[in-house]
């Protein structure tokens, strides 16, 4: 008599009537998930920073301004640019088999069931890739109260949607772009400059661990976070290394990770053209969404590149050059009670505005007065 063996992707379904339940239940999910799947284009293309940034004429960073308050993201980085020992530290913490599954562990989740059912406790099954579903889906986030069971279920579905449409780079990348890394920040650029004040690729294998474990919990205590970044650190060791090592890094971790967390110095505006800056905000937020571009007193255009920077016609050099002069000579005039200037620099064949400083800055008692 012929055997009959379960498949390999079944966890818990041990009769047909549950299984043609399931299944049936997933189909219908399937059919009203499919449709709001978007490409990952689409996703990168529609990512929108917390920063609008302030271009000069051949494309030099001049100045970013803080527009939105309600959250702090970075730019868009690309999965090359982000630190190998963090994306190795987020596969290893988060979803071991990332690179063998297909949306779903669902070895993690037999493991799961299996603790649960004799009341212990393990870390949850949910994927990289049903992180992301979730992040990218309104009604599958996550609730104070945890996921329902249509949520779980229509997560896992659209976990399997993504990984038949994306890669799995572009599912990684996806994921540390979107993922909030503690209180408002959001995304790998935010976090990397906001707590280790660096870019994303200069992440070691220490700040990794940190940043791997402020993924798992975002905003859990002090203790929780190095233990579990140790955790994550230990993992990161070349096979053979012996375990003392492990040990001594974490030894220190404790102060390092205190001091992490209470970095700040990623400024919420910087640069050496403010006023440009919020006149060039304030005027596209008059203008139509649809016009391609807006003239302003700096000459300035909206980049097709980059909905949130606009390209100027100022020359940074120039600009930078005048910033200092103005400074120089008010701290030259400061006896002769000379209290603030301006300056603007015009192509005359042209009318370009190739330099505009509104006050002095720092030097200036309203500094924000243009």
């Known amino acids: 008599m012929a055997t009959q063996h379960l498949a390999p992707y079944s966890p818990i379904s041990r009769t047909m009537p549950l299984r043609l ?5 997933f189909v219908v999910t399937y059919a009203a998930s499919a ?7 689409e996703i990168r293309t529609g990512y929108q920073p917390s920063d609008t940034l302030i271009l000069d004429r051949h494309g030099e960073l001049l100045h970013r301004l803080r527009t939105d308050a309600t959250v702090r993201r970075g730019q868009w980085v690309a999965l090359a640019d982000i630190s190998p020992a963090l994306r190795t530290a987020l596969v290893l913490s988060e979803d071991k088999r990332f690179y063998e599954h297909s949306g779903v562990d669902w070895q993690a989740v037999s493991s799961a069931a299996w603790a649960n059912l004799w009341n212990s406790k393990t870390r949850g099954a949910s994927t990289i890739t049903m992180q992301l579903a979730g992040l ?15 949520q779980k279920i229509g997560q896992t ?8 449409s994306w890669r799995k780079d572009q599912i990684l990348e996806a994921y540390l772009n979107l993922v909030p890394f503690r209180g408002e920040l959001v995304g790998i650029d935010a976090m990397s400059q906001t707590l280790f004040g660096k870019a994303a690729h200069g992440l070691d294998a220490r700040e990794a661990a940190v940043a791997a474990a402020l993924v798992r919990a975002p905003n859990a205590k002090l203790a929780q976070v190095v233990q579990r970044a140790c955790a994550v650190l230990q993992s990161l060791a070349p096979p053979g290394t012996p375990r003392g090592v492990g040990a001594a890094d974490c030894d220190a971790l404790d102060l390092f990770t205190t001091a992490v967390l209470q970095r700040r110095d990623y400024a919420a505006s910087e640069g050496v053209a403010p006023h440009v800056a919020r006149q060039l905000v304030q005027a596209a937020a008059r203008s139509q969404p649809a016009k391609a571009g807006t003239t302003t007193a700096a000459d300035a255009k909206l980049s097709p590149l980059a909905p949130r920077s606009f390209r100027t016609s100022l020359h940074a050099p120039l600009q930078r050059f005048a910033v200092q002069t103005l400074q120089q000579h008010l701290r030259e005039l400061a006896g002769r009670h000379v209290e603030d200037g301006a300056l603007v620099v015009l192509d005359n064949a042209t009318g370009e505005v190739l330099a505009w400083v509104g006050s002095s800055g720092d030097l200036s008692s309203a500094a924000e007065v243009d």
Not at 21 to 25: D, E, R
Not at 35 to 41: K, V
């Open 35 to 41: 449709g709001a799947t978007a490409s990952f284009d």
């Open 136 to 150: 990218l889906d309104d009604d599958l986030k996550r609730s104070a109260g945890g996921r329902s069971v249509v």
């Open 21 to 25: 339940a399931i299944a049936t239940f």
């Open 157 to 164: 579905v659209s976990a399997q949607i993504l990984e038949r």
